[in-house]
């Protein structure tokens, strides 16, 4: 098993530019999980989802959106980019029912963005 | 009160030192608990669950006091390669596997 994979692991982008970064995870987890984390913070969750089809919001969404159409893959697209989106992107995914974890979060290696 | 609280290091310590890592949660309901370790720039990765009843993997022991809503990390005969930021981590209660992590406490072990 590969586990949980991103691309890119670097990326630069200028102020106003769109990208996505791909998330894809081989472990029939149902959930998935993008977080963010700034130097010397913690992680911030910034959207997640339950399953193909289902995405919710987490605690810093604005300037993301996701889809989930697979179960395998999570993709986050940054429309406008900004250099408040300079950050360390991780994707993660479990295996959990709505009442209990089943299974903690294994995360990707991660994608270094930054805006300039 | 934050959601989850950890002691704010670093850490420093000698090789061979033993060191005891705590942290609080604010929500009663939760019911799993996890320690994970950070490298510097790393992705974060499991280290271990923590069960009620205590459990221990070699060198490291995981406590949880649901009482006091508390746990806790010991790592005896501390390693170079301990060195590292560990995560507190708790899930959130009735939303699936939604997790709460800490802001973590960095540990520096010395030669």
């Known amino acids: 098993n590969a586990g949980v994979t991103q691309t890119p692991k670097f990326r630069i982008l200028k102020i106003g530019q769109s990208m996505t970064l791909q998330c894809t995870q081989d472990?029939?987890?149902?959930?998935m999980y993008w977080y963010r984390q700034d130097p010397g913070m913690g992680l911030k969750l910034i959207y997640y989802s339950v399953g193909a089809g289902i995405t919710d919001k987490g605690e810093v969404p604005n300037g993301y959106n996701v889809s989930r159409s697979t179960t395998e893959d999570f993709p986050l697209r940054l429309e406008l980019a900004a250099p408040s989106q300079t950050s360390v992107y991780f994707c993660a995914s479990s295996y959990s029912t709505w009442r209990e974890v089943i299974d903690t979060q294994y995360f990707g290696p991660g994608t270094r963005l930054t805006v300039l | 009160r934050k959601e989850v609280e950890q002691d704010p290091g670093p850490f420093n310590v000698p090789e061979g030192a033993t060191v005891a890592f705590n942290c609080t949660y604010s929500n009663s309901a939760s019911q799993s608990f996890f320690w994970y370790r950070q490298d510097c720039r790393k992705e974060p990765k499991l280290l271990m669950s923590v069960y009620s009843s205590g459990n221990e993997d070699g060198r490291f022991t995981a406590q949880l006091n649901r009482a006091s809503q508390y746990i806790s990390l010991l790592i005896r005969d501390s390693k170079l390669s301990d060195s590292a930021t560990y995560l507190c981590v708790v899930n959130v209660p009735n939303q699936g596997g939604k997790l709460i992590f800490g802001q973590g406490t960095e540990l520096s072990v010395k030669p």
């Open positions: 472990m029939n987890h149902n959930y």
